[in-house]
């Protein structure tokens, strides 16, 4: 190794040992190179603090090719082999830093992988396993050796849909995050899936009345969530780069190839699917997926919140569900679906192309399965199904009614008559005296169909 990259290493892992100041940046890399040419290397930490692409220490490859890029470091090299003195070691881990607007956030301070593992409650030897860091259960066609199962789902058109559930192990490790991180983070004000006290409902409330409805929807919304934002949410926090790679690690996935090879040529996915499933991606059944998907996203959230804002109209978001209302032109909204489409672009994301909607007052509303044209409402159709459903079960028997195959079909009507409750009380109201009326026997098996 050069004296030149020598001297980078080191002096990126002592700034790496402390707070991402300007103070601590100067004072730490004091103690690495001496204290000559002290004005020069102000100007030098001043110069990292701004080029650093956030607010969080960057990582140590990063700081070690941006030293190796500045002029000034070969004179420092010159004046340690000039001076013959020995280079002072940074054997510190680097500490626990969050960027100044995450601070106050009372999650666990981890500042090396030994904390992890003992937080989460693993041997450390299983903390690199279960972050799959060397790929080794991505590469195996053993399933007892991979950490996830997995499961394709059919769906109305195109591929089944894959779904990753892990097992038990970093599935526990999972909702330890969740709760314990995760859960801690506000989201946007504008995402109404996956957070508390919001819902589907809660969204389409905001477009209610309004002139121009405009939706659209993300493609692969998890599959394409930028991995580096997964990263840099750890990163804020404070947790250092080592410790954030092993976080990212417990919640992403890549799927082996060997997966899609379970289904028949004609059921396959695309060669661009298989290979934002063979990358690292959040995946659909691990519980802090959702959480993540909504943090990395928060910036997607803000522009369009601001774009909405400069219409004087409302945006909102449910998971991959996109929605801005207001008062506006057709000219606007056509600007708008444009501009969203540029944004979510420039964010990491795709609009789904044959999924926009531009729907106006005279026509019906309708964005994540609730009506909005004057109030919120169930489409008229849906309620007409369930009625009938309803009715029929009371008349002939839950059985006969249970075409799905629902393992507890009172429970799946009993939540579908709760959702009409809560959007629309009066209509609920009608739908829960018909769901009385149907007698359950208990044995026969009218409860699980």
Same mark, same amino acid.
């Given at each position: ?31 690495? +190179? ?14 990292? +603090? ?52 995450? @601070? ?32 080794? #259960? ?26 990753? !559930? ?10 330890? +995050? ?6 801690? +983070? ?28 405009? #939706? ?34 417990? !919640? ?25 499933? /063979? ?28 774009? @909405? ?22 000219? /606007? ?32 509303? !309708? ?20 009625? #009938? ?21 009172? #429970? ?38």
């Amino acid at each position: 190794m050069r004296f030149e990259e020598l001297i980078a290493r080191n002096l990126a892992a002592a700034w790496l040992a402390g707070p991402w100041t300007e103070a601590g940046l100067f004072e730490r890399g004091q103690e690495v +190179i001496g204290k000559a040419g002290r004005r020069r290397f102000l100007q030098l930490v001043r110069a990292a +603090i701004q080029a650093a692409p956030s607010d969080y220490p960057p990582s140590p490859g990063w700081i070690t090719a941006f030293l190796r890029e500045r002029d000034g470091l070969p004179d420092y090299t010159e004046r340690f082999l000039n001076s013959r003195r020995s280079i002072s070691l940074a054997l510190e881990p680097a500490h626990f830093s969050s960027s100044l607007s995450l @601070a106050p956030l009372d999650v666990p301070r981890l500042e090396t992988p030994h904390d992890l593992a003992v937080w989460i409650g693993v041997p450390i030897e299983h903390l690199d396993w279960l972050a799959d860091s060397r790929r080794q #259960a991505y590469s195996t066609d053993i399933p007892m050796l991979q950490n996830y199962r997995y499961a394709f789902v059919p769906k109305r058109t195109g591929p089944p849909r894959l779904l990753e !559930c892990p097992k038990p192990l970093l599935m526990a490790a999972q909702r330890k +995050i969740l709760s314990g991180i995760l859960d801690k +983070i506000r989201a946007h004000d504008a995402a109404h899936g996956f957070v508390a006290g919001r819902s589907c409902l809660s969204g389409a409330s905001r477009h209610a009345g309004e002139d121009i409805v405009i #939706a659209l929807d993300l493609k692969d919304f998890f599959l394409t969530t930028p991995v580096r934002r997964v990263h840099g949410i750890f990163r804020a926090l404070g947790y250092p780069w080592a410790v954030a790679r092993l976080l990212t690690g417990l !919640c992403t996935s890549a799927v082996p190839l060997s997966v899609f090879r379970r289904l028949p040529p004609a059921e396959r996915h695309d060669w661009k699917t298989r290979q934002l499933f /063979n990358s690292r991606h959040l995946p659909q059944g691990a519980p802090t997926s959702p959480a993540l998907a909504n943090l990395a996203a928060y910036r997607l959230d803000v522009r369009l919140t601001g774009l @909405a804002r400069s219409l004087d109209a409302t945006y909102t978001r449910y998971a991959d569900d996109l929605a801005v209302s207001g008062s506006l032109t057709d000219r /606007n909204a056509q600007k708008i679906l444009a501009t969203v489409r540029s944004i979510a672009r420039e964010e990491g994301y795709e609009v789904h192309p044959s999924k926009q909607r531009v729907m106006r007052s005279d026509a019906r509303q !309708c964005i994540t399965g609730v009506v909005v044209n004057r109030h919120v409402n169930v489409p008229r159709e849906d309620f007409d199904r369930l009625k #009938a459903t309803l009715h029929n079960a009371a008349r002939h028997g839950p059985r006969s009614q249970n075409r799905d195959g629902h393992a507890d079909f009172r #429970a799946h009507l009993d939540g579908r008559v709760t959702w009409v409750e809560n959007v629309n009380p009066n209509r609920g109201a009608k739908l829960r005296r018909l769901f009385d009326a149907i007698v359950w026997k208990e044995g026969s098996g009218d409860a699980i169909g």
